[in-house]
């Protein structure tokens, strides 16, 4: 893998005035727009958090490194060999999926097997059409420049970015009124990368803009404990075969869940002086947890029991059950649905959102406390 070239403080400093940020391979990029607040329980959530960005050393560097996600990783491959053999910027990339599935480490990694720099940033830190000019007209030939939460783009920039995409320019206006002038002005070929993990809140404009498009899903279980594998070793802690597959099991097909559960658990391994994370620490750490087989936490489970026992397993709508919750609707959808969609635990419905069979017999909950209605099982 070629290493990627060394920053140039210049065009640093440029892009941080500019709201962009330069980063080098080693750094973890911060997270500086303004987004609806996390629940506030959440080992188990896929967002991250303060501790993660001790993540950098976990963090995959190339895509050998980067397991899972096989489909993604192979078409890639060959799309970044090609790209090379031709001297060319690779085509612009499109990276869907819900949170802590890899998608800015891919990013990341496509900068670095590439052997190009890398320029992060994330969609609400761009306000005005003059940020996105400034990181720009500054970044160097073939550029990997990643925008993070791009359905969050301002409509003035998103305009901008489509004729930088498609011919390498920029319109930039001068002037106001009848005096304004618009000039073009040359950008270095570049790729963008464009994280969402809501992509039906993405203009469609912007999508076709995009000559490759890769959807992350949910990690397998062997993949998981691949990932839980290769952390132990990197942290040096030992973990049994047994306790990393009833990790992986609970870590809901992420690897942002399950690098942090691993710590928790060499948290455990430490205190109860275990030389080893063996299956019986794992179970103990995450009964403790309060952290089940399928890695709902307590608060998952309350929302399930609350559709069950106050609306009768539903259909109950998003914005009653926000407020029953005690959350906002945003918090809801982003970060409790996902997952338990995934799980098949509850089913989003045009009347509502309802919870499935397997909900009552995960829960434990008896028959009585099923709907009326006998045909939806
Ligand atoms: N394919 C992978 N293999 C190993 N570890 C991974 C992989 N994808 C992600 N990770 C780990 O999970 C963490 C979260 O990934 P990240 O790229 O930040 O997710 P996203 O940007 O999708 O929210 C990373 O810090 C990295 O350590
Ligand atoms: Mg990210």
Known sequence: MAKARATRSAVQAAQAAQG?????????????????????????????RAEDDADGMLRPRSLREFLGQRAVKENLGIFIKAARERNEALDHLFLIGPPGLGKTTLAQVVAGEL????????????????DLVGILTAVTDKTVFF????HRLKPAIEEMLY???????????????????????PVKPFTLIGATTKAGNVASPLISRFGITCHFSFYEQTDVEAIVRRSAGIFKVKIDDDAAARLARSSRGTPRVVNRLLRRMRDFAQAWHEETITRKVVEEGLSRLEIDELGLEKHDREILRMIIERYKGGPVGAETLAISIGESIETLEDYYEPFLIQAGLIQRTPRGRMVTALAYEHLKLGRDRRPEEPGLF
């Open 163 to 185: 004729i930088a995409m498609e011919d390498y320019e920029i319109d930039w206006i001068i002037g106001q009124g009848p005096g304004a002038r618009t000039m073009r002005l």
């Open 147 to 150: 925008i993070d939460e791009i």
């Open 20 to 48: 962009g940020e330069k980063l080098n391979a080693e750094q973890e990029a911060p997270q500086t727009g303004a987004r609806a607040p996390a629940p506030s329980s959440g080992l188990a959530r896929p967002e991250r």
């Open 115 to 130: 052997g190009v720099d890398f320029v992060h940033t994330i969609a609400p830190a761009m306000e005005k059409a003059k």
